[in-house]
């Protein structure tokens, strides 16, 4: 079974503070996709980032980045200088084929002004 | 911009009854996914469609039956509503391979009664 657990059911952080969310996975698959999308309150899910587990460099899309060990099976996320519209829930999934996507319980994430 | 529309942003139906919840995306992709989405239990995958008239199941098909008979339409049926089915359900598309960025509905939310 394929599974992806976030450890960290709630943050916070500061306004342009940094804050990392965990997520630690598992597949048998050799060839797999990781995924953070993020769901503001009330508003539609979206991506985030995604990292490709064939390759070794870390992701970064302007202020988010993921720090991707394979061995450990961990795809966290860091978020720099933090701003009040980071605010929302942040899911980690791991996709292995077309269908065979499986998400984690979620990581709600508030950030204070 | 992708969009997928979700026909309804809020269900209330009575126990038994058969219900209908309707996706179209508008981009031409060729994966859908029905998803149920509760609190601490994250996205759960209910069944997946790769092309018209195909289909398969995902983890918690139970209860639950699907229906593409057009490319950008996916319907997600279930037989005989019960009030364990009352949650928010998350419709989604994306393109065929498994990289690619899945692009999510607003989102359904049912109550069973």
């Known amino acids: 079974a394929q599974t992806v657990t976030q450890s960290q059911p709630e943050m916070s952080v500061q306004e342009a503070e940094t804050v990392t969310l965990s997520c630690t996975y598992d597949?048998?698959?050799?060839?797999?996709?990781l995924f953070w999308y993020k769901q503001p309150p009330s508003r539609q899910m979206i991506l985030v980032i995604r990292?490709?587990?064939?390759?070794?460099q870390n992701a970064t899309e302007n202020r988010f980045s993921v720090n991707f060990q394979k061995a450990a099976k961990s795809f966290s996320l860091k978020i720099s200088d933090s701003q009040l519209g980071d605010t929302a829930m942040y899911f980690c999934?791991?996709?292995?084929?077309?269908?065979?996507?499986?998400f984690g319980d979620g990581t709600t994430l508030t950030v204070k002004p | 911009d992708v969009k997928v529309t979700q026909s309804s942003r809020y269900l209330v139906k009575r126990t038994g009854e058969k219900v209908f919840l309707e996706c179209v995306q508008d981009?031409?992709?060729?994966?859908m996914f029905w998803y149920r989405q509760d609190p601490g239990l994250g996205l759960r995958l209910i069944y997946f469609?790769?092309?018209?008239?195909?289909?398969e199941k995902g983890d918690i098909p139970e209860g639950y039956s699907v229906s593409r008979e057009k490319k950008e339409r996916f319907s997600l049926i279930l037989e005989s509503a019960s009030t364990n089915q009352t949650s928010m359900y998350l419709c989604?598309?994306?393109?065929?391979?498994?990289?690619?960025?899945?692009?999510f509905g607003q989102g359904t939310r049912l109550t069973v009664v």
């Open positions: 999934a791991c996709y292995a084929n077309a269908g065979k996507s499986t």
């Open positions: 597949t048998s698959e050799n060839n797999y996709y």
């Open positions: 981009m031409d992709h060729e994966n």
């Open positions: 989604a598309s994306s393109l065929g391979h498994m990289s690619t960025e899945a692009f």
């Open positions: 469609s790769y092309d018209v008239k195909m289909k």
């Open positions: 990292q490709e587990a064939y390759k070794q």
